[in-house]
């Protein structure tokens, strides 16, 4: 995860030669939300806040939002992250 600890905007101008389909970024994303340890979500949320796209990650942080095992301020993070991806 250690991509996650820069910005995206960093990490894709790093990577402008490789092609869409061989960035696994989503995914990534993906994965440190849901992995749900100390630094990862917070990690994801940040990019999330970056402007990364929430729209394909809707199911995971409304599992965030109601998650009991996760802090209250990621809950919160995830809460407006949801709220603010809604279909319009």
């Known amino acids: ?21 061989d960035r696994p970024l989503s995914a990534l994303v993906r994965f440190a939300l849901t992995a749900w ?5 917070t ?3 940040d990019w ?3 402007g990364w796209p929430t ?8 599992d965030m939002k109601d ?4 802090s209250q301020p990621l809950r ?3 809460l407006r992250l949801w ?3 809604a279909p319009a």
Not at 3 to 21: K, N, Q, Y
């Open 1 to 21: 995860m250690p991509l996650l600890e820069r910005t995206p905007s960093d990490v894709s101008a790093e990577l402008a030669d490789v092609s869409i389909a």
């Open 37 to 41: 340890e100390s630094t990862g979500p």
């Open 43 to 45: 990690l994801a949320l």
């Open 48 to 50: 999330l806040d970056a």
């Open 55 to 62: 729209r394909d990650l809707r199911d995971v942080l409304a």
């Open 67 to 70: 998650s009991r095992e996760l």
């Open 76 to 78: 919160d993070r995830a």
């Open 83 to 85: 709220s603010a991806s």
